[in-house]
């Protein structure tokens, strides 16, 4: 079965921490698609990454970067130098069959100042 | 602000009754999601149309349906309400058919008394 686990369900760190996310998922498709989103406290989903199942490079984008290891069925997210702004909840989702996107049960980041 | 609006952001309603969710995609995107985000169930997918058609189902109940206009707005209409509907629903549109990433509206949250 097609299956997102976010193991942490929640982390709490100071400002200026780094701090990783774990995302595992199970698939037998050979082509899927990863995803990361941000879910503030105001509420919307934010898009932050897509990762097709072919391209295993890990990508950065300023503070934020994306680990992909398809030996290991993770797609894990770090933030660098966590600022209190990125207190949110962070969903990794896989999209298979192009389609049908399943979601993990999220990680709630809180950030202290 | 991706460019994907809903209406209404607040939707209270008593048990039994009928409610029509309003969706409309960023300017150009042809695809529109339907997703169920509730406490118990985490964030579900329930139907994706593309370019007025039914493209994909996920997790909908027969008490809902969907669909797509010509003018590529979208309706998610849920029926004989139970308490156990009242959930945040977002509706998230892309630019193709399947695979790409999902740009998410602000959601409408339904309270079913």
Redesign the interface.
């Known amino acids: 079965a097609q299956k997102v686990t976010q193991a942490q369900t929640e982390i709490s760190v100071v400002e200026k921490e780094d701090v990783t996310l774990d995302c595992v998922y199970e698939t037998r498709d050979t082509t899927y698609y990863l995803f990361w989103y941000k879910q503030p406290p105001s509420g919307e989903l934010v898009f932050l990454i897509r990762r097709n199942s072919f391209d295993e490079q890990n990508e950065i984008s300023g503070r934020y970067s994306w680990n992909f290891q398809k030996s290991t069925s993770s797609f894990n997210f770090t933030i660098t130098a966590s600022q209190v702004v990125d207190s949110a909840v962070y969903f990794c989702a896989q999209m298979y069959n192009n389609n049908d996107m399943r979601f993990g049960a999220g990680t709630r980041l809180t950030v202290k100042p | 602000d991706?460019g994907v609006t809903q209406t209404p952001k607040h939707l209270i309603t008593a048990t039994g009754q009928r409610v029509t969710l309003r969706c409309s995609p960023r300017s150009g995107d042809l695809s529109v999601?339907w997703?169920q985000q509730s406490l118990d169930q985490?964030?579900?997918?329930l139907i994706?149309y593309y370019n007025g058609e039914e493209?994909?189902k996920?997790n909908i109940l027969e008490r809902f349906s969907a669909q797509q206009f010509p003018d590529l707005h979208s309706e998610l209409n849920l029926s004989s309400l139970e308490l156990g509907d009242s959930a945040?629903y977002?509706c998230?549109s892309s630019g193709t058919?399947?695979?790409?990433?999902?740009?998410?509206?602000?959601?409408t949250r339904l309270t079913v008394t």
Do not use: C, K, V, W
């Open positions: 991706s999601y997703y985490g964030l579900q997918f994706q493209r994909a996920g945040l977002f998230a058919s399947g695979g790409g990433e999902q740009y998410f509206g602000p959601g």
